[in-house]
């Protein structure tokens, strides 16, 4: 098998042949969110009645010594607040540390990152009671704001090869293995060539070139959402009626293997082929991303800073 169908088979079944320490990463991440999620909703029904009241009345609610910022429950949300920040902070500091650097891949730590940087804003949240004032009111603002932006940025880095891990691949070896898929969707007869052209179809790589950054970034991701749609057309008409409502219009897969690995690769190629064509758009913006996101990153890591070094001087601790 040439390198590059190796490359192809490696995007086609990647579904069904996962690594073991991939696999055991992904399992111990869906179990992090999922513990994250269920505490989050805990506080939030726990608390929602307390939450609701102003500021006067809530010194009357039974549980305002419980969750008040400096009560038991609240001291708490803050110090796991204080964890997360921590973590948040240690996948910068991994590519200045080399000791740190060595230990797992750069796109699990990213993971975790992002896990704890979507978590942070909720815990903090309910430590500060959702009352967002001062300092701390200000850290919390900018946390929001980076959390926020950190989704595009989880976009962007989607959309750029880089050789860190086996399975990122460069710009060359993306462009290769998008003629062997070609190649393999020319062959194969389970799919109609007119929606596979639809599905295909990309706009001009000229026009592309002259887009305004932010113009390109939503165009991208309007295009992953349109794709989507053309997929399960795609499905649909390569299946009877009665199947095509079993699977919600095509938005489903079938249990029909083959059907699968054709439409799999078939959505593979167009998702190539518009990385390939908005490379050079999504690199650009990339790095203005960057530019934003890291000093927002430590305004907010100075304010928390300072919002913790108060307490200990008034002597919560
Ligand atoms: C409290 C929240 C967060 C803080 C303080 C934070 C901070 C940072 C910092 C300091 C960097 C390094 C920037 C650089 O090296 O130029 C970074 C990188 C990054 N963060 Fe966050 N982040 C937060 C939340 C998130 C979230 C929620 C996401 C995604 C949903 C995210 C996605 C990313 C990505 C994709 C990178 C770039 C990875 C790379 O180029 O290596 N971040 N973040």
């Not at 080399?98 to 797992?104: P, R, S, V």
């Not at 896990?115 to 200000?138: E, N």
């Not at 167009?270 to 305004?299: D, I, T």
Request: proline content about 4%; cysteine-free.
């Amino acid at each position: 098998m040439s390198a590059n169908a190796t490359a192809a088979a490696r995007i086609v079944d990647h579904t069904s042949a996962l690594p073991d320490a991939e696999r055991g990463h992904r399992l111990r991440l869906y179990a992090l969110y999922v513990l994250a999620v269920a505490t989050n909703l805990a506080i939030f029904f726990y608390g929602f009645d307390y939450y609701k009241l102003s500021s006067v009345d809530r010194p009357f609610s039974p549980k305002h010594h419980l969750l008040r910022p400096s009560g038991p429950i609240g001291l708490y949300l803050g110090f796991a607040g204080v964890a997360l920040f921590v973590g948040i902070f240690l996948y910068p500091l991994r590519k200045h540390w080399a000791w740190l650097g060595q230990k797992g891949s750069t796109r699990h730590w990213l993971d975790i990152h992002i896990l704890m940087g979507l978590t942070a804003p909720f815990i903090v949240a309910f430590h500060s009671t959702l009352k967002f004032k001062g300092i701390a009111g200000m850290a919390f603002w900018i946390m929001f704001a980076v959390s926020t932006s950190g989704v595009v940025g989880r976009y962007l880095y989607a959309q750029i090869p880089r050789k860190v891990t086996t399975a990122e691949l460069s710009m060359k070896e993306l462009q290769e293995l998008q003629e062997n898929l070609s190649q393999q969707l020319a062959a194969q007869k389970l799919l109609p060539e007119a929606d596979l052209r639809v599905l295909l179809r990309m706009p001009d790589a000229n026009r592309v070139r002259r887009l305004p950054i932010v113009v390109a970034l939503v165009y991208m991701m309007i295009l992953d959402v349109i794709r989507v749609f053309r997929v399960a057309r795609l499905r649909r008409h390569a299946l009877t009626f009665g199947a095509s409502l079993r699977t919600l219009a095509g938005f489903l897969p079938t249990g029909h293997r083959e059907l699968e690995k054709a439409i799999h690769a078939a959505a593979e190629e167009a998702a190539l082929s518009k990385r390939v064509l908005f490379l050079s758009r999504s690199q650009k913006v990339f790095h203005l991303w960057h530019v934003v996101h890291k000093p927002f990153s430590y305004a907010f890591a100075v304010l928390a800073l300072l919002h913790i070094g108060l307490q200990f001087f008034l002597g919560y601790f």
